[in-house]
């Protein structure tokens, strides 16, 4: 199969439709969740927050093996190429991003799931909840811009032939002939 050509094309598609759907979660729970967690207690935060984030953590968990295989496939399809630093930089940035959510959101997911009745406490896990997903936003934020790297690279790359090129993708001035 050619490098290049419509599978890996496909699969970076896919790779930047997974990478865009945390980019709009992500920003989504930002701009609009975040602001009324003033407004949360502990009689109402359950049904604002629980089921969505349990719906979330359903299918992101699909999604984010499908973002593993697809960078990491695309990383080694382009392995001889600059486009790999764009899949393996999406690579990483999964993987930090997973950790992060499995080592510190879960424990706060988890805690509002069993019901926190204390308003203190409810205070408190918010906000450290709220403070570690604006850390995988940016993460998520990363992911989708080298997703869209990679196709920039790409399109340039289309506009002007290896021969037109020299170092870091950019054209090569026009050469003067030289009449006598």
């Known amino acids: 199969m050619k490098r290049g050509g419509p599978f890996d094309l496909a699969n970076a598609c896919l790779l930047f439709l997974c990478t865009s759907m945390y980019l709009g979660t992500g920003w989504s729970l930002i701009l609009f969740t975040f602001p009324i967690a003033p407004r ?3 009689d109402n935060y359950y049904l604002q927050f629980v089921p969505q984030v349990q719906a979330a953590t359903r299918f992101f968990t699909w999604m984010t093996a499908v973002m593993l295989l ?3 496939g695309l990383a080694w399809r382009e392995r001889r190429t600059a486009l790999r630093w764009y899949p393996l930089g ?3 940035a999964v993987v930090v991003a997973t950790l992060l959510t499995r080592i510190f959101i879960f424990p706060y997911n988890d805690e509002m799931a069993a019901g926190i009745t204390s308003p203190e406490r409810l205070k408190e896990v918010l906000g450290a909840w709220m ?4 850390i995988r936003v940016g993460l998520w934020s990363l ?7 990679y196709f920039v690279h790409r399109v340039l790359r289309a506009e002007h032939p290896a021969r037109a090129r020299w170092g870091f993708g950019l054209p090569v001035p026009p ?6």
């Open 40 to 42: 949360l207690t502990v």
């Open 70 to 72: 697809s960078s990491g």
């Open 143 to 149: 992911q989708w811009l080298l997703t869209l790297g």
């Open 175 to 180: 050469r003067q002939e030289v009449h006598a």
């Open 131 to 134: 403070r570690m997903n604006r």
């Open 90 to 92: 999406v690579l990483l």
